[in-house]
T-cell receptor, first 113, second 115 residues
Framework: GQNIDQPTEMTATEGAIVQINCTYQ??????LFWYQQHAGEAPTFLSY??LDGLEEKGRFSSFLSRSKGYSYLLLKELQMKDSASYLC??????????????WGLGTSLAVNP | GAVVSQHPSWVICKSGTSVKIECRSL??????MFWYRQFPKQSLMLMAT?????????EQGVEKDKFLINHASLTLSTLTVTSAHPEDSSFYIC???????????FGPGTRLTVT
């Protein structure tokens, strides 16, 4: 079966750094995504990792270790607007080349002043 | 970036009626689109993969006769919730990705309320 685990909730302080972990066990792997979703809105793309290592994009960075089935999203200089749900998703490549994503349950991050 | 639109953004209907939701890729062609459902404070649940010119692929537990999907062109997929019931009330989101890209672009979602 397919399984993606991430913490349900996290709390952090404005200006601080927070790391959101994601572990996965899937039958295939063709990349890992992080999306941000504010309440009542659609998810927006944050990052994509397909090779091991760290990808940095502004205040957000994402790390992947394929051998460990592990990724994290690092948010620096937290702002109040970063309060949202962060979704980890793994892309599978199945028959017909449908690029299906398997989603974690999301981590709800609350940033406090 | 690529843009995906959905219509309507919200809809209220009576129990027993059918509702159609449209998903359009505005500036790219999509042979595949994905339909998700999301209940409050829960993650995205993939319902089905919509394939242009062929039948949709439904996830386990999703009733294909209740959630009709039609992908008639490379820029339009529709989801029809037939004989809607209050338990079908949810946030429905579609996504697509342009050929040879990895990022899935999401529509803004449709909030369905069945009374």
């Amino acid at each position: 079966g397919q399984n993606i685990d991430q913490p349900t909730e996290m709390t952090a302080t404005e200006g601080a750094i927070v790391q959101i972990n994601c572990t996965y066990q899937t039958s295939g792997f063709n990349g890992l995504f992080w999306y941000q979703q504010h309440a009542g809105e659609a998810p927006t793309f944050l990052s994509y990792n397909v090779l091991d290592g760290l990808e940095e994009k502004g205040r957000f960075s994402s790390f992947l270790s394929r051998s460990k089935g592990y990724s994290y999203l690092l948010l620096k200089e937290l702002q109040m607007k970063d309060s949202a749900s962060y979704l980890c998703a793994v892309r599978l490549v199945n028959a017909g080349n449908n690029r299906k994503l398997i989603w974690g349950l999301g981590t709800s991050l609350a940033v406090n002043p | 970036g690529a843009v995906v639109s959905q219509h309507p953004s919200w809809v209220i209907c009576k129990s027993g009626t059918s509702v159609k939701i449209e998903c359009r890729s505005l500036d790219f062609q999509a042979t595949t689109m994905f339909w998700y459902r999301q209940f409050p404070k829960q993650s995205l649940m993939l319902m089905a993969t919509s394939n242009e010119g062929s039948k949709a692929t439904y996830e386990q537990g999703v009733e294909k006769d209740k959630f009709l999907i039609n992908h008639a062109s490379l820029t339009l997929s529709t989801l029809t919730v037939t004989s809607a019931h209050p338990e079908d009330s949810s946030f429905y989101i579609c996504s697509a990705n342009p050929t040879a890209t990895y990022e899935q672009y999401f529509g803004p979602g449709t909030r369905l309320t069945v009374t």
